[in-house]
DNA sequence: GCCTCACACGTTTTT
DNA sequence: CGTGTGAGGC
C-alpha cells in the first residue's frame, strides 16, 4: 500500500515539474531554476543582456501564483490516480490550461501583499510594474514594488512618529538643498568655505550616512587611538551634528535620511519591525551591485522574517561607488545570509559575438569580480568600429556622417542609434553639431524639469505652504520675487528664531513683538498673509488652483512677465507646472499636495522621454544602464576622457572600466567608438592617447576605418614599406599581441613579498601583483599609509 | 537692498 | 571656453 502511494507521488511530482518546465518553457534552464528558487536566499548574477527583468518578474508571478511548488514535495493528502493522470494528460494543452491546472495543486501560494520588489530607479520599478501587471492584472496594486526610497518613505509615513518624526508636513531636501543647508551650518559655524569645501562635506555626510554612521559616531572617529583630533574629521563632525539638528528642526530629511531614519525605525521599535518582517514573505532586490551599506542592512531586516531574500545584480555593472554603493555587498551575499542559492546567468540575448568578446575582453582586466564570462549562441556579426577623429567636431561629424549612411545603407530608423557620453560636456559639441545638420536627435541629459530654478522656487512656495517649518525654502523665496526682504532683515529673523527656538516663520509671524523689526514689519507681514492666504486655499481648492494662484499671487510670473524675452522659457516652465499639477491630480484623485511634493522630488523623470519618437539618442554612460540600442557609438575612448579625469591612475580606474563595460554591452549589433587627436577641455587644448580600454580590445574583433587624409599618409608609406604599414595609422603606441601581459612581464622585476620604496607612501611590502592591460597593478601594505592599489607606470617603486 | 563685475571652477547620477 | 557665484560698490 505504502509503496504504491509512493510512487504515484513520484508520478504526480514529475508531471507537476515537467509541466511547469513546459510553462515556463520561454526561459532558459537556468533562467527556469531561478524562477523556480524561491525559498532561502538567493543571489542571481545575471550578466548584461541576459534577461534579468524577466526573471524577477516571472520568479514575483510565479511566487505569487504558485508558491513553492515545483521544488517542494508536499503532495494533496487526497491525492488519487485522476489527479497525477490528469497532470500527465496534460503535457499537449494550451499554457492557460496548464497553469489553471497547476494553480489547483499550488504549495503556499503568496498573497501579494507579502512581496516586496525593491528597484534603484523609478524606469526600473515602472517596468516591472508594468510588465506584472500584463501576468497578475489587478494583483500587482498589492505588491509592494517602488524605490529603496519610495518604500521607506511609505513606512516612515506610517511608522514615523515613533522616532520623532512628524508624519503630515515631513519635507525632502534634495541634493541642491543639502549642499545650500551644509554651505549655512559652515557659515553659522565661522568654517572658512576656502579651507573646508562644502561640497567635499556635503558628500562626505551623505557617505557617512550611506553607512549609517550618526553624527555622535562621526565625531568620535574623528579622534585616533591617542586621543589626538583629526582637525578636518573634527569640522565635518560639527558640521555634520548642526546640519541634521537643522533638518530635525525643518522636520525635513535628506534623501540618505529616507534609508538611514527607516534602518533606525525597524532598529528601535521591535513592534513595526516585527510588523514587517511578517508581511514581507518574500523580498526582491534588483540592481543589487548598487546597494549601499545602509540599504544592505534594511534589507535584511526586511527579510529577517521569513529569510526568503533574492538579490539580483552583476557586479561587472556596478558603476556608482562614488555615490556610496558597496561591491562588497554582492560580493559577501553568500557570507552575509544563511542557506544561500547562488544562480549565474551568462547567456546574453542582446549582442553579437564580437561585441561580447570586445566586452569581456575589457572586464577580464578588473580583479575585484566574481568572475563571469557571457556568451552567446548568435555568431560572428560586424565587428567594431574603430575611428581616430582630428577633434570633437570632426568626431561629431563622423558620428552624425555614420548614422546617416547607415540609414540609407542598412535601411535604419534614427531611433536605433545612441551615442553614450562618458561627461555631459562632451554632449554640446555633438548637439551642436547635430542641430546645423538636421538629424532628429533628443538629449537625456540637461537639467531635468524639477531642477529648473524657476521651478524650484515654486515647489519652494508650495513645500512652505506645506511645512511653515522649512527655513530653507522660506529663505530660498521670501525674496523671490523682490520683496525687500534681503540678507539684513533675514539674519536678524533667523537671530531670534534661534534664540527663540522656533522657526523663522513663526517670528515673522509675530515680527510685531520684535524691536529688530520693526523697520521691515509691513513688508514681513505681507508675506505672511500671502502664505497664510495660499495655506487656506490649499485646504479648500484643487492642486492645480493652489499652483496656479501661488504664481499669481506671490509676484512670480509677474517678475518673469516684466523680464519680457529674455525670461520667456522660464516663464513657459512655470505655467507647465499648473498642467503637470492637473495631471497629477487626474492620475492621483486622493492626492494631497504633500503626496504631491513627494512624487516630485521622489519622481524625477516625468521628464520628455518619448520612447516613440524616432529620434537619435544622446545621454551618459550611466543613465543608458538598463537600456539597449542596435548601434551604439562610445565617443572620446581617449585617456583623460574614458577612463576619464581624476581616474586614470589608481584603483579607480576599475570603475571605469565597468562603465565602459555597461557602454560595450548596450549595442545589439554594431558598436562604433571614435578618439579624437586634440581635444578643447575647459579651453585648453588637450592632446590624449588612445584610451586603455580600446587597446584591451583585440584586434581580432575591430576594424579601423581610416579618414581620407589617414589612408593618403598610409598609400605614401606603403610605397616605402609595402611589408610593414602601420594598422593604427600615425598611432605610436603599438598594441600587444595578447593585449596586457607582454609588456606587463617587461615591467614587472617585483615579486610578491618583496620590500618596495615609493616616493610619497614610503616603504612597503608587495602583497600582491596582477598585469592590467598593458601595465601591472600593485597592492602594496605601506608600513605608514596603509595598503594601496597602485599602477606600475604612474607608482614606479622601487625594490629596496 | 540691489546690481555689476571679476574670479573661480569645471566627472559620472538617482533618490 | 562658458557659466554661476560672491564680494564689493552704489
Redesign the pocket.
Known sequence: MERKMTTLADRFLKAKRELFDILYGHLNPMQRKAVFTVKNPLLILAGAGSGKTTVLVNRIAYIIKFGNSYYSDTIPYELDLSDVERLENAKNADKEEIEGLLKEYAVEPCPPWGVLAIT??????KEIAERLERDLNEAVNDIWSG????VC?KMLRKFGDRIGLAKSSLTIY??DDTKKLV?SCMKELNID??ML?P?LVRNEISRAKDKLITPEVYAKDAFDENGNANYRLAKIASVYKLYQQKLSEANAVD??D?IMKTVELLQTDEETRLYYQRKFKYVCIDEYQDTNKAQFVLASILAGGYNNIMAVGDDDQS??K??GATIENILNFDKSFENVSVIKLEQNYRSTKHILDAANSVIRNNIGRKGKELWTDKEGGERLTLRRCDNQIDEAKYIINKIVELVIKEKRRYSDFAIL?????QSSTIENVFVKSGVPFRM??G??FYERKEVKDILSYLCLINNPDDNLRLRRIV?EP?????????NAVEKIAVAENCSMFTVMKNCKNYRALSQ?QSKILDFVYLIEGLRKVSETAPLNELVEKTIRLSGYENMLLLAGEEEKERLENVLQMISNAEEYMTNNPDGTLSSYLEEV?????IDNYDKDADAVTI?????AKGLEFPVVFIPGLEEGIF?????VIDE?VE??RR?CYVAITRARERLICTHVKER?V???TQYNRISRFLEEIPEDYTVRELSDAEKAANEQKAAFKPRRKIEFSGEFIKKPEEPGRQKAANISQLSIGDRVRHITFGEGTLLSLKPMGADILYEIAFDNAGTKKLMATYAKPKKI
Open positions: 534603484f530607479t523609478n524606469k526600473a520599478a524605490t529603496f526610497h519610495s518613505l534634495d541634493t554651505s568655505e576656502k569645501n561640497k534623501f540618505d529616507i558603476i556608482y562614488f555615490r557620453c562618458r561627461m555631459n560636456v537625456l541629459c537639467t531635468r525674496n523682490k520683496r525687500k526682504l534681503g540678507d539684513t532683515t533675514m521691515a522630488s521622489l519622481v524625477a523623470d545621454m551618459t554612460v550611466h543613465s577612463p576619464g579625469g581624476q581616474n579607480e570603475e571605469e562603465l578643447m575647459f579651453g585648453q
